[in-house]
């Protein structure tokens, strides 16, 4: 059999069924954070700086991609497996992409995210939502204001304070003197600093797995064609 089918359908399976473990275990977490389990936010706390819905659709992602890379080569269907080869290479051109992006413009990338952050601040004031999504990054971020605690006057918000002193304690209101001082525009835009280049670098990694995965399963799928036209024969 041609490029040694048995060994890479085998490989394609193992491989896929890893990833498909592990985006259900994405899945789990982002689950388990969006119902708040106490235990398992207890770990995370401090370390899970992204909504809960980033996990639940990367693992889905992952999952539906793994399944058609497992079923493909288990079943040698070669639709199935074109169909996860294509999928492979869209996100290895989405993720070569986003790493060039973030290599080549990276400070324009710094710049609209502090400006973003900018306007979410000065949009809080008129609607409540975007005060609630404010609070949340001012609580996962251990910041406070745009640029720090002096944006709200002499009240910032109890997001800005995870430990309250004693006069924030007995009036029961965050002070400028318990609360973060730190802006949070120039917190996201030192967290961008700190992991453009690390993530951009892990998603080229990454992206030369995915082609190894690319080329074993369009080197399956030929194979599949080649002994579905002999068999007619």
């Not at 251990?142 to 002096?150: A, D, I, S, V």
């Not at 003197?177 to 949070?184: L, T, V």
């Not at 030369?208 to 002999?230: H, Y």
Request: net charge neutral; aromatic share 10%.
């Amino acid at each position: 059999m041609g490029c040694g089918t048995s060994f890479v359908k085998y490989v394609l399976f193992f491989f896929n069924l890893v990833v498909a473990l592990f985006g259900l275990a994405v899945i789990g977490v982002g689950v388990a954070v969006l119902l708040k389990w106490s235990v398992l936010t207890d770990i995370l706390r401090g370390h899970l700086t992204v909504a809960p819905w980033v996990f639940i659709v990367i693992g889905a992602i992952m999952f539906v991609i793994a399944f058609f890379g497992c079923c493909g080569a288990i079943r040698e269907s070669h639709c199935m497996v074109v169909t996860y080869a294509i999928f492979l290479l869209v996100i290895i051109i989405a993720q070569v992409v986003l790493a060039v992006l973030m290599f080549t413009y990276g400070e324009s990338i710094k710049n609209s995210l502090v400006q973003s952050v900018n306007a979410l601040f000065d949009k809080r004031a008129t609607d409540p939502s975007v005060n609630v999504v404010f609070n949340n990054i001012e609580e996962q971020l251990n910041c406070c204001g745009k640029n720090g605690p002096f944006d709200y006057g002499v009240a910032p918000p109890k997001s800005c304070c995870p430990h309250m002193g004693v006069v924030g304690s007995t009036i029961n209101q965050c002070t400028v003197i318990d609360a973060n001082k730190n802006g949070c525009a120039p917190v996201v835009g030192e967290l961008y600093e700190t992991w453009n280049k690390p993530i951009a670098g892990i998603a080229i990694g990454v992206a030369c797995v995915e082609i190894v995965g690319a080329l074993f399963a369009l080197c399956l799928a030929n194979s599949i064609r080649n002994m579905d036209r002999r068999s007619r024969y």
